[in-house]
């Protein structure tokens, strides 16, 4: 048997009263790859993921996983996908082993199998030590053995909804590294607050507002499509915001304070400016650094919503 | 089309029935790990010391007990606290079953796996009554030591008590299951289930006793065919209580009333928890 490297939403709905928190969206994403399914707060984003993963049931529309339709292939689907929904808590009496065998169980692996799970993807994602209570972990600890309980059986498709949260930036590291490796050959669909991760893990994105679905594009794509706006400029020597504002005057929107020599310099976009900018900041002072603050993305992201308003 | 190969095994009954069992198996680990099984252990100890330990401490032997034989020994010893023991048992095994799924983080690390509701319920209601039967256990063990001692012998009739026991531990498992669908917040459901166990129901049956109303539709009353069936000949189902100003009927259950009163609390709130557990998505308070 085989299961589709595909999903398929289409006009799907959650009503709650009279709040639509997901508004007719279809789209369809097929093969290997990472997808964002990004938005702000309260967009709709987690809705969707639990309506993909039969943790709620859609109010109208359906979505398929794999060629199977969830509501009424709930069991199948979940027993080959993986699912990482909100911030799930192990039961916290215990120990990170039987929280990871419970689930590897339930999705009727061997006991071997899912003991080989928590020593090599265990290790690889550095789940703390499996006979600690889940109770005594950190919210990162516990995040990791979650992420670990995700990717039992080798799901073809994995959902991630905000999977760093909790997390530090070397834990993040972890996660970014497994999501680059397994979207080779798996199809994962990401949730994230956090756009730099975004741009550097996935190839599609997929914007929503307000419930509804605005945008489907390649990430290169709406790269070159919104450039970035905004410079973080680093001087060698020690140099005033005023000198900074005074020289760059008339030539862009405003200039803050990031750290020690450093500021941001925020402008039109446009790449003449950009290059008039990097000239005039090098009458100031010797400048040893001049790159993109925040991303393409984060500028995408801003445009959409304001637009879609 | 890309595609992966993946597990295609039976989603039918017999799945869930495994489901099942693996949630009753790592139910019982939960329990067995939590300072809630430490407590109960020590209350029901605790009660089984008062209820056995009077006795030795005052040196009461077979001739000052009061009772003819073993059996009226260990119904008389066992009729007050045995049934609180159950209420406090069943109360925090079952009374935050389903709400930790529902009102807490954890529903999903658990709802997102391959199992259906009916599965978690009832793999949870089993370790709920196993641990609960396992605990009661150890009344019955003080008691039957005590009655060993004293007449030297233990009616066979405990063991139908023991069945009848049982029987009440699921049915009180049973309505804690039901508040715990009913309540979001764990910690609400665990109690409401002990206020009502052991204040609602006791202060219900007592107002309807006096005002001679059979509280035929009191779990307590029905539970307490559980001693009453060590020598049921010698109970009468009502027993007027005359004072100067008024007169008090006191009802003793049949053992099929207390069998009926019991099954009915068990399927009617077992069917209505998984009703509701169904209806509820997961929303952490």
Redesign the interface.
């Known amino acids: 048997m085989s299961l589709d490297l595909r999903i398929e939403v289409s006009n799907l709905s959650k009503i709650y009263g009279k709040f639509k928190a997901v508004d007719n969206i279809s789209f369809n994403i097929e093969g290997s790859g990472a997808t964002a399914y990004l938005g702000q707060n309260g967009a709709g984003k987690t809705t969707t993921f639990k309506m993909m993963t039969g943790l709620i049931k859609p109010s109208s529309g359906n979505v398929k996983i794999g060629g199977y339709d969830i509501v009424t292939e709930r069991k199948r689907i979940l027993s080959n996908i993986g699912a990482l929904i909100e911030t799930p808590e192990p039961y916290a009496a215990l120990t990170v082993r039987d929280s990871i065998m419970l689930v590897g169980e339930l999705k009727g692996m061997k006991k071997s199998d899912i003991e080989d799970h928590i020593e090599n993807f265990g290790k690889r994602v550095e789940i703390p030590d499996p006979s600690r209570k889940v109770g005594t972990l950190s919210r990162g600890q516990r995040a990791r053995v979650v992420f670990a309980a995700a990717f039992l059986n080798n799901p073809p498709i994995i959902f991630l909804d905000e999977p760093t949260n909790g997390m530090d930036p070397a834990e993040r590291k972890i996660i970014r590294d497994v999501i680059l490796e397994w979207k080779k050959d798996h199809m994962i669909m990401l949730s994230s607050h956090l756009l730099q991760e975004v741009t550097d893990t996935c190839e599609n994105v997929i914007f929503i507002n307000r419930g509804k679905l605005v945008l489907q594009e390649k990430t290169r794509e709406i790269e070159s499509r919104f450039k970035s706006k905004s410079i973080r400029v680093t001087f060698k020597d020690s140099i005033s915001i005023d000198d900074v504002r005074k020289m760059l005057s008339g030539l862009v929107d405003r200039v803050e304070d990031d750290a020690s020599n450093s500021f941001i310099i925020y402008f039109d976009g446009d790449l003449d400016r950009r290059a008039d900018i990097l000239e005039y900041c090098q009458r100031v002072g010797r400048v040893i650094s001049f790159s993109d603050y925040g991303s393409s993305l984060e500028e995408a992201f801003v445009n959409i919503i304001k637009d879609n308003q | 089309?890309?595609?992966?190969?993946?597990?295609?095994?039976d989603?039918g009954y017999m799945?869930d029935l495994r489901?099942m069992y693996?949630l009753f198996k790592?139910q019982i680990?939960?329990y067995l790990?939590?300072r809630r099984f430490v407590a109960m252990l020590i209350i029901v100890a605790l009660i089984t010391a008062l209820t056995v330990g009077i006795d030795l401490y005052e040196g009461v032997t077979k001739s000052t007990a009061g009772f003819a034989n073993s059996a009226d020994f260990i119904a008389g010893s066992l009729s007050g606290p045995l049934i609180t023991s159950i209420g406090i048992v069943a109360a925090f095994f079952g009374g935050d079953a389903t709400s930790?799924e529902t009102g807490?983080?954890?529903g999903?690390?658990?709802?997102?796996?391959?199992?259906?509701k009916i599965s978690i319920l009832m793999g949870r209601f089993f370790a709920a009554v196993l641990l609960g039967f396992l605990l009661i256990m150890i009344e019955y063990a003080g008691v039957a030591a005590l009655s060993q001692d004293f007449y030297g012998t233990v009616s066979a009739g405990i063991l139908l008590s023991i069945i009848e026991a049982l029987f009440l531990i699921a049915s009180f498992t049973a309505v804690a299951f039901l508040f715990s669908s009913i309540f979001k917040n764990p910690l609400i459901g665990i109690l409401f289930s002990v206020i009502v166990f052991i204040l609602v129901f006791g202060i219900v049956q007592a107002i309807l006793e006096i005002t001679n109303i059979e509280p035929w539709f009191i779990l307590n009353y029905g539970g307490e065919v559980v001693t009453e069936i060590l020598s049921p000949s010698s109970i009468a189902h009502v027993t007027s209580i005359k004072t100067p100003a008024f007169t008090i009927e006191k009802y003793e259950p049949y053992i099929w009333e207390g069998n009926a009163i019991m099954g009915g609390y068990l399927v009617i709130s077992l069917i209505l928890s998984y009703i509701i557990f169904r209806s509820k998505?997961?929303r952490?308070q």
């Open positions: 089309m890309e595609s992966m190969s993946y597990r295609d095994t989603y799945n489901s693996i790592y680990k939960f790990k939590t930790i807490t983080n954890s999903y690390f658990i709802m997102t796996q391959p199992v259906r998505e997961v952490p």
